[in-house]
């Protein structure tokens, strides 16, 4: 029997304990998966804390999913590469809203930069004003930047929104209503 085969089944030994409940077992295949499964995630998503956030939530499924796995189906590491790879897809499919802000950002600084040619000073105060705005943004939590950025950025509905981040329309009104008062807030000790 080979090595690699001797892995594959105390692996699937491993699963099957943590299928039971088995703590100590999803420690030990946490040891043995744990590197290997964030350096995929970290070639796939080429952000190292997106990366960790995914590896968490590929051992939390793990460990749900545990006693479904059949080692008949697939081998234990194939198994855990694809969770990994199933959350991958969908982070990434949950962070292209994200990658929209950016230009609307960018046309709106340039155009208020046109507009304001005049006074560097006054073009020094929009492109703060701009940044602080973003950086804002970024520390809502994800529903909510989604669906702001969606709305500044693209100008959707609220509709528009839900259809786009497939999510529904009460959650998108109120990530929103949610975003925009954390907005206020953080807008407010901004400006004290």
């Given at each position: 029997m080979s090595g690699s085969m001797d892995d594959a089944s105390i692996e699937a030994e491993l699963i099957r304990r943590i299928g039971a409940g088995e703590r100590?077992?999803?420690?030990?295949?946490?040891?043995?998966?744990?590197?290997?499964?964030?350096?995929y995630a970290f070639k796939f998503l080429r952000d190292r804390m997106i990366a960790e956030e995914v590896l968490q939530d590929a051992f939390v499924k793990i460990w749900r999913t545990a006693p479904r796995y059949n080692p008949?189906?697939?081998?234990?590491?194939?198994?855990?590469?694809?969770?990994?790879?199933?959350?991958?897809?969908?982070?990434?499919?949950?962070?292209?809203?994200?990658?929209?802000?950016?230009?609307?950002?960018?046309?709106?600084s340039s155009e208020e930069t046109r507009s304001q040619q005049r006074s560097p000073v006054e073009t020094v105060a929009v492109g703060e004003e701009i940044s602080r705005l973003r950086s804002m943004i970024d520390k809502l939590p994800q529903a909510q930047k989604d669906s702001l950025s969606l709305a500044i950025s693209k100008g959707l509905t609220q509709q528009e929104i839900s259809d786009t981040l497939g999510?529904?329309?009460?959650?998108?009104?109120?990530?929103?209503?949610?975003?925009?008062?954390?907005?206020r807030q953080l807008m407010s000790h901004c400006y004290e």
């Open positions: 100590s077992a999803f420690d030990e295949l946490y040891a043995r998966y744990s590197r290997p499964l964030f350096s008949e189906l697939s081998r234990p590491f194939s198994w855990a590469v694809l969770v990994t790879k199933r959350l991958c897809i969908d982070r990434l499919r949950r962070m292209k809203p994200e990658s929209v802000v950016e230009d609307p950002m960018a046309l709106q999510m529904p329309l009460g959650t998108v009104k109120t990530s929103m209503r949610r975003g925009m008062q954390r907005l």
